[in-house]
């Protein structure tokens, strides 16, 4: 079974950076036809922030395009999120898994890693 750990998060002032991890256990990379990064904010639903296929081919929210890069690295069996430019809307926890297209996922969700963006 894929398991999945995120990490990186932490608490950083408006206009700040972070660059996530994921590392997937149980499994290739190169195997999973796309990966996305998931953010979870109480009170709203999970929101998928930028997504990578197999071919490298990338997709963001507009929220975050232009200050998210989504990359993997296949060799490491790891996923990143780079962010920059950071405001309190990114505040939650980034989640990583493999949508399966139906609006589920394909793996049990890793534990997360808590992003916090305040003054």
């Known amino acids: 079974q894929v398991q999945l750990v995120e990490s990186g998060g932490g608490l950083v002032q408006p206009g700040g950076s972070l660059t996530l991890s994921c590392v997937a256990s149980?499994?290739?990379?190169?195997?999973?036809?796309?990966m996305a990064w998931y953010r979870r904010t109480p009170g709203k639903p999970l929101w998928k922030v930028a997504t990578?296929?197999?071919?490298?081919?990338?997709t963001y929210d507009a929220s975050v395009k232009g200050r998210f890069t989504i990359s993997r690295d296949t060799d490491r069996n790891t996923m990143y999120l780079q962010m920059i430019n950071l405001n309190t809307e990114d505040t939650g926890v980034y989640l990583c898994?493999?949508?399966?297209?139906?609006?589920?996922?394909?793996?049990?969700w890793g534990p997360g890693t808590q992003v916090t963006v305040a003054p």
């Open positions: 898994n493999e949508p399966t297209g139906k609006g589920t996922v394909e793996h049990p």
């Open positions: 149980g499994g290739s990379m190169r195997d999973f036809y796309v």
């Open positions: 990578i296929s197999q071919w490298d081919s990338t």
